[in-house]
């Protein structure tokens, strides 16, 4: 695990080179360190806004027009009725993913951009509310919530998502010096909130041969919880090649 853990921080750091954040500031040391405190992204936005002179969507990895064709295909192949399809951009910090799922959908949706930091939070809304998303379907929401993902089973009851998205939060996770048991525990909560129907889409920059062991490993439990793990490759984005690792669970063999 330290080897792997090594692996992913030298990457992030590559991360920060090309992301703008380029002075390896306490910052920087800090979200190296702790990106499973949520103090740390807190601070991490507020400096973010207090640089800025307007409000600019900050995406991790790359935009949503990079992996769109990964998104609304699994997304249209759900089962569709009169109720919308509830889509979870787990971890969204200021990114445009999921205004831009719930703008572009053709299919009713109901999409939460949920994040640990209020801050985060706040300036979402307040972009949003500002720059009036207008969805495809007139039946389609959004909304955005302060959430810790690692509670995720005090928000969703079971089955009740059709698509969790993550761009990077379980990445943090794992790259954080404590967080590789967090990171467990949103892929267990993760897929219990998902319908049988439903798929965790993890877009990530960690090679198939170490993420398909641990998904493949953390997404079975013998009697509760069972899951097929499959991998598609992004491309290559500034030397860094990408992932979409996507996880749906079925009922498990009792």
């Given at each position: ?45 507020s400096e973010n806004t207090r640089k800025a002179t307007h409000f600019t969507n900050f995406e991790w990895f790359f935009g949503f027009d990079a992996i769109r064709d990964f998104i609304m295909p699994v997304l249209y192949s759900r089962p569709t009725s009169d109720t919308l399809l509830h889509v979870l951009d787990m971890g969204c910090g200021t990114s445009a993913l999921g205004p831009s799922v719930y703008r572009e959908s053709v299919v009713p949706v109901q999409v939460t951009c949920a994040d640990i930091s ?137």
């Amino acid at each position: 695990m330290a080897v792997v853990l090594n692996v992913l921080t030298r990457g992030f750091r590559k991360l920060i080179t090309t992301t703008g954040l380029r002075d390896h500031s306490s910052l920087t040391d800090e979200l190296i360190n702790n990106m499973d405190k949520k103090a740390t992204w807190d601070r991490f936005y507020s400096e973010n806004t207090r640089k800025a002179t307007h409000f600019t969507n900050f995406e991790w990895f790359f935009g949503f027009d990079a992996i769109r064709d990964f998104i609304m295909p699994v997304l249209y192949s759900r089962p569709t009725s009169d109720t919308l399809l509830h889509v979870l951009d787990m971890g969204c910090g200021t990114s445009a993913l999921g205004p831009s799922v719930y703008r572009e959908s053709v299919v009713p949706v109901q999409v939460t951009c949920a994040d640990i930091s209020p801050i985060a939070v706040r300036l979402m809304q307040e972009h949003t509310d500002t720059k009036s998303v207008q969805p495809q379907n007139i039946s389609s929401n959004l909304d955005f919530r302060e959430l810790d993902c690692t509670q995720l089973h005090k928000h969703y009851i079971s089955e009740s998502l059709d698509l969790i998205l993550d761009k990077g939060t379980i990445d943090a996770l794992l790259r954080s010096r404590d967080g590789g048991i967090k990171a467990s525990q949103v892929l267990k909560q993760s897929l219990a909130a998902l319908r049988f129907s439903g798929s965790l889409l993890q877009f990530s920059d960690e090679d198939p041969d170490s993420r398909m062991l641990w998904l493949e490993r953390e997404a079975q439990e013998p009697g509760l919880m069972a899951a097929n793990v499959g991998v598609q490759e992004v491309g290559e984005l500034r030397g860094v090649t990408y992932y979409c690792y996507q996880v749906s669970p079925h009922p498990a063999a009792q």
